[in-house]
């Protein structure tokens, strides 16, 4: 893959989301995670503007916000691409799915809440988008979008952070 005119190399896809696709890459001797963003068609999910866009305004807010998140390295807004940086460990998703979660770790989701509810703010609180590593937690998207009850954490995401029946469902359709 090619960034800001240098070849990458791909370790991995880590996943794809909304807005792109995310690959482990090395890139000038460390590993970085590259974003890239696609224009396929979301049925839930509308975007206000172009994705790169959104991203870089979002990692801002949730940066002034005290919100523990990548650090931001690099923006190729010609192939709506960025490079941030990789932060290993467990998702939280793989956590629920393997019987791993603890209530320390939703602690601190909800201390999360605590100072982006104030700011009328929602992230996507869905578990793929959490790291646990080194007893830290970090939202690992940049993605977040004004508060509303109805996708705020208690009604909306905590169905996601313990085996429910809506969790369940997704493992299912895996």
Known sequence: MTFKGQEIDVVTLLGKGKGGYSYLVSYEGKMCVLKKFHNEEVPYYTF??????????DYQR???????????YLTDSENQMLL????????CFELVRDGLMRDDIISLVRAMCIKLYPLGLNIDYYPTNF??????????????????????FESWGIKYWSQTPEFLEVLKNE
Not at 48 to 57: A, D, H
Not at 84 to 91: A, H, L, N, V
Request: proline share 8%; hydrophobic share 30%; charged share 25%.
């Open 48 to 57: 206000s503007s172009p994705k790169l866009e959104l991203e870089i305004r």
């Open 62 to 72: 949730l940066k002034d916000a005290g919100i523990l998140i990548p650090e931001l």
């Open 84 to 91: 941030k940086q990789y932060i290993p460990g467990p998702t």
């Open 131 to 152: 790291i646990f590593s080194n007893n830290e937690l970090y939202y690992i998207d940049y993605e977040c979008n004004l508060y509303s009850d109805e996708w705020n």
